[in-house]
């Protein structure tokens, strides 16, 4: 649980730099920033369907109410997967804040999206993947309650779609 809240604490100040402002607005500008088009929507499709899940959980955050009581919220979702052949963590989350960018500006394909935890068709999902043991650990946060839930909910159905299969099973 420790490193679950701390990565939702990295999250936390990344999304912070975007609350209150039109989804629209912060996707403009990651595609300003970040989008080179070094990666086309083939691409990044097939990138999407080659992740294997490990795990999905929760992200939570802490919040002190008063001397010795607080309350968990839930900040998004969290998922374990196997690092993409030939990708860092830091070009995957540049990948996906760029196709999500692209999405909710009307520049790509939302029925090729499906049903995927990386974006929201009216809301902005900060994306951040980090190493974890060799693995990926990739945080995905909303800036309400709401769209944390669905980012949750996507992101448990993508897992159960990616799932690695545990040896012994078929593939």
């Known amino acids: 649980m420790g490193k679950v809240c701390g990565l939702a604490a990295v999250s936390l100040l990344a999304v912070s730099c975007s609350a209150g402002r039109p989804a629209a607005v912060t996707a403009a500008e990651v595609e300003r920033v970040q989008c080179d088009g070094s990666m086309t929507a083939d691409g990044e499709l097939r990138l999407l369907r080659s992740i294997k899940v490990l795990d999905v959980e929760p992200l939570f955050s802490f919040s002190h109410s008063s001397y010795m009581h607080g309350e968990e919220r839930l900040v998004g979702a969290k998922l ?92």
């Open 80 to 171: 374990l997967i196997r690092p993409p052949a030939g990708t860092t963590a830091e070009t995957l989350t540049r990948i996906l804040q760029c196709r999500n960018a692209r999405l909710l500006l009307g520049q790509g394909d939302v029925s090729a999206a499906g049903h995927d935890p990386y974006s929201l068709p009216n809301a902005w999902v900060n994306v951040e993947v980090t190493s974890e043991n060799g693995n990926f650990a990739v945080a995905l946060t909303a800036e309400s309650f709401r769209d944390n839930l669905t980012v949750l909910d996507r992101a448990k159905t993508y897992a159960e779609d990616h799932m690695l299969a545990s040896e012994g099973e078929s593939p």
